[in-house]
């Protein structure tokens, strides 16, 4: 493979990459637990936190924190799960090159 191509190639992987991370940032991911549902963007901006209040009189300090806790790790395990899968395929396109 000559130069040339080999540049192209890279160029065109770090175009489809940098498609695939945009598309990523902008995916909003939720997480649930109990009365508590958090959204957060793929960039990991936060982008709704919601507390069903008709639920709140049941609910302790500790148990509230428990559920955000929860919640927020759901959210970046998706949102850490997706990237890996989506974007791994990148790593495997570059061994190509070298």
Do not use: P
Request: charged share 30%; hydrophobic share 35%; glycine share 8%.
């Amino acid at each position: 493979m000559n130069i040339q191509a080999m540049m192209k190639q890279a160029q065109k992987l770090q175009s489809d990459m940098g498609k695939v991370k945009k598309e990523l940032d902008e995916t909003l991911y939720n997480g649930k637990s109990g009365i508590v549902e958090i959204e957060i963007y793929g960039n990991l901006n936060v982008n709704k936190v919601n507390i069903h209040e008709e639920d709140l009189t049941d609910v302790d300090k500790e148990m509230l924190e428990d559920m955000i806790n929860i919640s927020l790790n759901q959210c970046l395990e998706k949102i850490k799960n997706d990237k890996e899968s989506k974007l791994g395929q990148f790593g495997q396109g570059m061994q190509g090159l070298l």
